[in-house]
C-alpha cells in the first residue's frame, strides 16, 4: 500500500483530477451554457440583419432604371403620335384623291363645254362671215365700224381675201379714224394663222349676166 502511495502515476492522476475539478468550480458549466447562447443569438441576430441579394439598392441603378422608364413612355408617346400621323396622312390622302377626282370631272366638263361653245361660235362666225359676204362692201363695214374689233376680225378671217378686201377698202374711206381701224384689223389678220374653214365658206357669187335680145328693127 505504501509502495501504491509512492508511486508517480498515482501523483500524476491526482494531480489531473485535482486539476479538472478546479476549473469545473471556477468556469460554471450554466455560465459557460449562458455565454454559449447569447454567441450563438448574436451571431444569428447578425445573419437576420443581412439583406438578400435582391433588395440590394444602389443609387445609380435606381437614376439609370428611371431613366429607362422614362426613354420608354417617351417612345410610347412618340409612337402614338406617329400613329395618329400615319392615321391623318391616309385620310388627307383620301380626301385629295377625291378632290383630285373632282377636278378631272369638271376640266373635263370645262372642255366638253369650251369646245362646245367653241363649235357653236365656229358656227355663227361662218353663217355672219356668209352674211356679210353676201352684202355690199359699204354695207358691211358700217356694221363692222359698230362691232367691237375682234369681232370684226374673227368675222373677216372666215372671209376670203377677194371678200375682205373691198370692205376694208370702204372702211378706209370713211375717215381718218376708221382707216387707221381697217389697218389695225389688216395687220391682224396678218398674223393670224389661215383657217382651213374658209375653203369651205361659200363666196359671193354673181348671176351669169346674158346679154340683152337684140331688137331688130321689122320694115
Same mark, same amino acid.
Request: glycine share 2%.
Given at each position: 500500500?505504501?509502495?501504491?502511495?509512492?508511486?508517480?502515476? %498515482? @501523483?500524476?492522476?491526482?494531480?489531473?483530477?485535482?486539476?479538472?475539478?478546479?476549473?469545473?468550480? %471556477? %468556469?460554471?458549466?450554466?455560465?459557460?451554457?449562458?455565454?454559449?447562447?447569447?454567441?450563438?443569438?448574436?451571431?444569428?441576430?447578425?445573419?437576420?440583419?443581412?439583406?438578400?441579394?435582391?433588395?440590394?439598392?444602389?443609387?445609380?441603378?435606381?437614376?439609370?432604371?428611371?431613366?429607362?422608364?422614362?426613354?420608354?413612355?417617351?417612345?410610347?408617346?412618340?409612337?402614338?403620335?406617329?400613329?395618329?400621323?400615319?392615321?391623318? %396622312?391616309?385620310?388627307?390622302?383620301?380626301?385629295?384623291?377625291?378632290?383630285?377626282?373632282?377636278?378631272?370631272?369638271?376640266?373635263?366638263?370645262?372642255?366638253?363645254?369650251?369646245?362646245?361653245?367653241?363649235?357653236?361660235?365656229?358656227?355663227?362666225?361662218?353663217?355672219?362671215?356668209?352674211?356679210?359676204?353676201?352684202?355690199?362692201?359699204?354695207? @358691211?363695214?358700217?356694221?363692222?365700224?359698230?362691232?367691237?374689233?375682234?369681232?370684226?376680225?374673227?368675222?373677216?378671217?372666215?372671209?376670203?381675201?377677194?371678200?375682205?378686201?373691198?370692205?376694208?377698202?370702204?372702211? @378706209?374711206?370713211?375717215?381718218?379714224?376708221?382707216?387707221?381701224?381697217?389697218?389695225?384689223?389688216?395687220?391682224?389678220?396678218?398674223?393670224?394663222?389661215?383657217?382651213?374653214?374658209?375653203?369651205?365658206?361659200?363666196?359671193?357669187?354673181?348671176?351669169?349676166?346674158?346679154?340683152?335680145?337684140?331688137?331688130?328693127?321689122?320694115?
Amino acid at each position: 500500500m505504501i509502495r501504491i502511495l509512492k508511486s508517480t502515476w %498515482l @501523483a500524476v492522476v491526482l494531480g489531473v483530477l485535482a486539476y479538472v475539478t478546479t476549473t469545473v468550480l %471556477l %468556469l460554471r458549466p450554466d455560465k459557460l451554457i449562458a455565454q454559449r447562447q447569447a454567441l450563438q443569438g448574436t451571431n444569428t441576430a447578425k445573419i437576420t440583419k443581412i439583406d438578400p441579394s435582391w433588395a440590394f439598392k444602389n443609387p445609380e441603378v435606381d437614376e439609370l432604371l428611371a431613366d429607362l422608364r422614362t426613354q420608354r413612355e417617351a417612345l410610347k408617346v412618340r409612337e402614338q403620335e406617329l400613329n395618329d400621323l400615319t392615321s391623318r %396622312l391616309a385620310v388627307e390622302r383620301q380626301e385629295i384623291g377625291v378632290i383630285t377626282q373632282r377636278v378631272v370631272t369638271m376640266q373635263a366638263e370645262m372642255d366638253r363645254t369650251f369646245l362646245r361653245i367653241q363649235e357653236q361660235e365656229f358656227a355663227n362666225l361662218k353663217r355672219l362671215a356668209k352674211v356679210y359676204a353676201t352684202m355690199s362692201p359699204e354695207g @358691211a363695214a358700217k356694221i363692222m365700224l359698230e362691232s367691237p374689233e375682234d369681232a370684226a376680225v374673227k368675222i373677216l378671217s372666215f372671209m376670203k381675201e377677194s371678200e375682205t378686201a373691198p370692205i376694208l377698202e370702204s372702211m @378706209a374711206t370713211e375717215s381718218p379714224l376708221t382707216a387707221r381701224r381697217a389697218s389695225q384689223i389688216s395687220d391682224r389678220l396678218r398674223l393670224l394663222a389661215p383657217t382651213s374653214t374658209n375653203k369651205t365658206i361659200p363666196s359671193k357669187t354673181t348671176p351669169p349676166t346674158t346679154p340683152p335680145p337684140v331688137k331688130t328693127k321689122t320694115p
